[in-house]
T-cell receptor, first 112, second 118 residues
Framework: KQEVTQIPAALSVPEGENLVLNCSFT??????LQWFRQDPGKGLTSLLL?????REQTSGRLNASLDKSSGRSTLYIAASQPGDSATYLC???????????FGPGTSLSVIP | DTGVSQDPRHKITKRGQNVTFRCDPI?????LYWYRQTLGQGPEFLTY????????KSRLLSDRFSAERPKGSFSTLEIQRTEQGDSAMYLC????????????????FGPGTRLTVT
């Protein structure tokens, strides 16, 4: 059974710092991996999707990497801003119909 | 607004009452998913539709839960005889997938319906 874990559970950094969020999954037979952002009480916003054949994806200050064989992904956020404060969720899809399995999330707080 | 929409955004109900939520996916998306998220946890898969066909149901979906997508467009999720343990955020998502794609398709999520059972 696929399990997704995220480290750390919570992170507080001063504005301007670069940071890395970690995601691990137990079964490497995935189709893709997505990183989502969730603001308190709100739905999910997709940040990056990495296909199983890709190693990384970039969007603005965000860079996500995927090492499928070791079951790991990282989300790198450059030059963090207070507006980046949110919960970041990692999710893997292991079926052709895209059911995703989520990690518990990392709660990020960027201090001005 | 062409994103996924959900209604209502918030619902407070008394234990034992029935509730129904609605999800309107992105119009060209054939796949629709329901997830449940409790406080401090990631969302958990409940059920999935390809067009109007419900193709998978999680064991989390007890017999008090029923979901429909009658015309392959919007979907409803009904909870009968609500219990306090049903209190959660119910999220709907849709994707473009219409067939086999070994890389999968990106899911787009709605804002969720927050259910509180008192």
């Amino acid at each position: 059974k696929q399990e997704v874990t995220q480290i750390p559970a919570a992170l507080s950094v001063p504005e301007g710092e670069n940071l890395v969020l970690n995601c691990s999954f137990t079964d490497s037979a995935i189709y893709n991996l997505q990183w989502f952002r969730q603001d308190p009480g709100k739905g999910l916003t997709s940040l990056l999707l990495i296909q199983s054949s890709q190693r990384e994806q970039t969007s603005g200050r965000l860079n996500a990497s995927l090492d499928k064989s070791s079951g790991r992904s990282t989300l790198y956020i450059a030059a963090s801003q207070p507006g980046d404060s949110a919960t970041y969720l990692c999710a893997v899809s292991e079926t052709s119909y895209d059911k995703v399995i989520f990690g518990p999330g990392t709660s990020l707080s960027v201090i001005p | 607004d062409t994103g996924v929409s959900q209604d209502p955004r918030h619902k407070i109900t008394k234990r034992g009452q029935n509730v129904t939520f609605r999800c309107d996916p992105i119009s060209e998306h054939n796949r629709l998913y329901w997830y449940r998220q409790t406080l401090g946890q990631g969302p958990e898969f409940l059920t999935y539709f390809q067009n109007e066909a419900q193709l998978e149901k999680s064991r989390l979906l007890s017999d008090r839960f029923s979901a429909e997508r009658p015309k392959g467009s919007f979907s409803t999720l009904e909870i009968q005889r609500t219990e306090q343990g049903d209190s959660a955020m119910y999220l709907c998502a849709s994707s473009l997938g219409t067939g086999y794609n070994k890389f999968g398709y990106e899911q787009y999520f709605g804002p969720g319906t927050r259910l509180t059972v008192t």
